[in-house]
């Protein structure tokens, strides 16, 4: 029952957000201040994540292709696949769960704690618009980074591979348009977006509904964490089995 409470606690709060709007030029305020903590913020370590691992599965499939019958641009095959179909969209967005999720859980959980969000009700703004709308809206810009991340992704990949003198070049740039499907590109982008708006609302919903004081906060980031990247698997393979099979 307590699991059915949070659920319909969580609807109820959508249903909020999208109630009473604040003011266009104070909302257009809050989403790009929201853009460059959630969006600007995380490009760094996105793009050190995804060269980096982009170049390990280049390295792995390199290193494990022992048949001299198999073509060398499996390695580029096999890595433009790990990176388009899930690292990016997927394993990013759980990292992001740790980074963005933990930030929106403690940023709006503190506003709690010191009855911020009380004083705004008082003085009648709707504080779930307020404080959630304009998170949901900057992660509407979470596909470009999704996007540089599978650019990097390949990028490193082609230089463990390439460079490291596994494959050559023109086998490379071969193996990475062999069966390729455009359709990939849009099963990632939309599970990107459904990830997009779990990153920006499950940990607001932790955050805004929790009690108790500061030491609270820090539990209810760990669990905003949790469930968010339960929600993204989970997700994930609801969308994999509905457009894929």
């Not at 394993?91 to 004083?119: C, L, N, P, Y």
């Not at 609302?201 to 905003?224: F, N, R, W």
Request: proline share 2%; no cysteine; glycine share 8%.
């Amino acid at each position: 029952m307590r699991y059915l409470n949070s659920i319909g606690e969580y609807f109820l709060m959508l249903k909020g957000v999208f109630g009473r709007m604040t003011k266009r030029s104070v909302l257009k305020e809050l989403i790009f201040k929201e853009i460059d903590q959630l969006i600007i913020g995380s490009l760094g370590i996105v793009a050190f994540l995804s060269f980096f691992i982009g170049g390990v599965v280049a390295l792995q499939t390199a290193l494990n292709l022992n048949n001299p019958l198999i073509p060398k641009t499996l390695i580029a095959f096999a890595a433009r696949q790990s990176i388009i179909l899930e690292f990016s969209p997927t394993f990013i967005s759980i990292i992001m769960a740790g980074k963005v999720g933990s930030f929106i859980t403690s940023s709006i959980g503190s506003m709690r704690v010191t009855e911020q969000i009380d004083a705004l009700e008082v003085m009648g703004v709707n504080s779930l618009n307020y404080l959630i709308f304009p998170k949901i809206i900057a992660m509407l810009t979470y596909p470009f980074v999704i996007a540089l991340s599978m650019f990097l992704g390949i990028v490193g990949a082609y230089s463990a591979a390439v460079l490291g003198g596994f494959v050559g070049a023109e086998e490379f740039i071969e193996g990475l348009q062999t069966d390729f499907e455009g359709f990939q590109l849009f099963y990632a982008f939309f599970k990107t977006f459904l990830f997009a708006l779990i990153l920006a609302t499950i940990p607001a919903y932790h955050g805004y509904y929790m009690t108790g004081g500061s030491l609270e906060v820090g539990k209810a980031s760990t669990t905003s964490f949790v469930w968010t990247s339960v929600v993204i698997i989970v997700t994930n393979y609801i969308v994999t089995q509905l457009l894929l099979s």
